[in-house]
């Protein structure tokens, strides 16, 4: 299981599967029943977080292995990983300040060593059965499925945000 000094819970599924739109409706819902929510988003994908042209992207491309770009309303820290690898979820996540969040949700990271919510969607026509692993602690699902965890709609949002509540001790 992975170590931080925060809980750490994971959404896995398929592509497609709505990951990103479940999390932007958990947020709000987690924030309003007092928790203060940390989020590690997952990409395969190169990403930039500045823009080309501003002082900050300019900076970092010039070598920079660090980057921190700052106002009154909030602060961003880039970091280049040298060489190009992904850093474990563990590391990431206690990058992430202990004093200003309660729990931190992962997107992504299906196969981590970390708690996780399973989603799936019929839709998809995956197996639903590849999701699984032992950190799995529920599933939230379109379809009613046979499974001995506990099973959440996933188009009802404030019922998985009662279950993590509850999974926090905060119920």
């Known amino acids: 299981?992975?170590?931080?000094?925060?809980?750490?819970l994971a959404v896995a599924a398929y592509s497609?599967?709505?990951?990103?739109?479940?999390?932007q409706q958990l947020i709000p819902l987690l924030d309003q029943a007092g928790l203060r929510v940390g989020i590690i988003k997952h990409t395969h994908h190169k990403m930039d977080v500045d823009?080309?042209?501003?002082?900050?992207?300019t900076l970092r491309k010039a070598g920079?292995?660090?980057?921190?770009?700052?106002?009154?309303?909030?602060?961003?820290?880039?970091?280049e990983n040298v060489p190009a690898q992904m850093p474990s979820l563990a590391w990431l996540a206690?990058?992430?300040?202990?004093?200003?969040?309660?729990?931190?949700l992962v997107e992504g990271f299906k196969h981590g060593p970390v708690s996780?919510?399973?989603?799936?969607?019929s839709?998809?026509?995956?197996?639903?059965?590849?999701?699984?692993?032992?950190?799995?602690?529920?599933?939230?699902?379109?379809?009613?499925?046979?499974c001995a965890l506990p099973q959440l709609n996933i188009n009802q949002p404030a019922?998985?945000?009662?279950?993590?509540?509850?999974?926090l001790g905060r119920s």
């Open 116 to 121: 996780k919510i399973a989603l799936y969607r």
């Open 64 to 79: 920079a292995r660090q980057t921190m770009v700052a106002s009154a309303a909030r602060w961003a820290l880039m970091t």
């Open 1 to 8: 299981m992975t170590v931080t000094p925060l809980p750490l």
């Open 16 to 23: 497609g599967t709505g990951k990103t739109t479940l999390l």
């Open 51 to 57: 823009t080309p042209g501003k002082d900050s992207y």
């Open 94 to 104: 206690n990058q992430m300040d202990p004093s200003l969040l309660d729990v931190i």
């Open 123 to 146: 839709a998809t026509g995956q197996d639903w059965r590849t999701l699984l692993d032992r950190h799995v602690i529920a599933i939230a699902s379109d379809v009613p499925l046979e």
């Open 159 to 167: 019922e998985i945000a009662r279950f993590i509540m509850t999974w």
